[in-house]
């Protein structure tokens, strides 16, 4: 197990995720971070909406990003 850290980043703040959360491997950091994202795209404050989650690992590196982007939900 590897301690990832989900920080959110925008143009002119970031939060950083001091606490993180163990996980097996990169791809399942990479799933939660598309989770995020989504949650984020989805929620109600959309100040997060063209922001990235990016996510390091436990020696500070960012690994690896994944956009926020503002979804269209369509009901058929």
């Known amino acids: ?21 163990e996980l097996s491997t990169p791809e399942e950091a ?5 989770l995020i994202a989504v949650d ?5 404050e959309e100040q997060w909406v063209s922001c990235t989650v990016a ?3 436990a020696d500070g590196r960012e690994l690896f990003n ?5 979804l269209c939900l369509a009901v058929a």
């Open 1 to 21: 197990m590897a301690r990832y850290f989900f920080d959110l980043v925008g143009k002119q703040h970031i939060r950083h995720d001091f606490r993180g959360r």
């Open 30 to 34: 990479h799933r939660l971070a598309e």
């Open 40 to 44: 984020l795209a989805t929620g109600p």
């Open 55 to 57: 996510v390091r690992g």
């Open 66 to 70: 994944v956009p926020i982007e503002a």
